[in-house]
């Protein structure tokens, strides 16, 4: 079965770091376009990055530009999502989707909290 495994979120103190990673299982992420989106309670999902799916451009929201870095890895399969100065609106579900053309999958979520 063609999934994306996500994996990183936890509890972080303002001002900390974590990394996300978000593997395909069952097909390869190479020529997928990929995006990094988050929910918090009671707001509509956003897209915080995006990465093109055959070069290396990349797009960011306005609210983590300069904060998050979305890498990809097609040895791994992985996309990545390292998240640094992280700041309490920073809280929610995060999510990685890859599409290509009608293909299109979403990870199961994982949850970031930014709180001391």
């Known amino acids: 079965q063609s999934k994306l495994v996500e994996s990183g979120g936890g509890l972080v103190q303002p001002g900390g770091s974590l990394r996300l990673s978000c593997t395909a299982v069952g097909f390869s992420l190479e020529y997928y376009a990929i995006g990094w989106f988050r929910q918090a309670p009671g707001k509509e999902r956003e897209r915080v990055s995006c990465i093109a799916s055959t070069s290396p451009t990349t797009d960011y929201a306005d609210s983590v530009k300069g904060r998050f870095t979305i890498v990809r890895d097609n040895a791994k399969n992985t996309i990545y999502l390292q998240m640094t100065s992280l700041k309490p609106e920073d809280t929610a579900v995060y999510y990685c989707?890859?599409?290509?053309?009608?293909?299109?999958?979403w990870g199961q979520g994982t949850q970031v909290t930014v709180s001391s």
């Open positions: 989707n890859a599409g290509r053309g009608s293909l299109d999958y």
